[in-house]
């Protein structure tokens, strides 16, 4: 999908906008001005699959517990897919 990064130059915040042709124009989606100035945006270093099936033990998603350790939890992520 064709998202780009764009900082309003009136309000100075961030905006992700679909631009899906050349004429479109990106609108701030905070200030409403077209005053606009596109950003580089990084791209994600991952690719191929993933080594492990849970996320680092820093990330505490899952009940507030670390991934696996949460009573309940059927595993990474929220607590949506409790047992």
Known sequence: M????YQCNECGKS???LILTKTDLPKCNFYGS???KKLLSA????SGSANYNMPGS?????C?????QGSNCAGPGSCCGRN
Do not use: K, Q
């Open 43 to 46: 791209h994600s270093s991952m």
């Open 64 to 68: 507030g517990s670390s991934p696996g």
């Open 34 to 36: 077209s005053n606009m």
């Open 2 to 5: 064709p998202l780009f990064e």
């Open 15 to 17: 905006n992700e906008i």
């Open 58 to 62: 820093g990330d505490t998603a899952c």
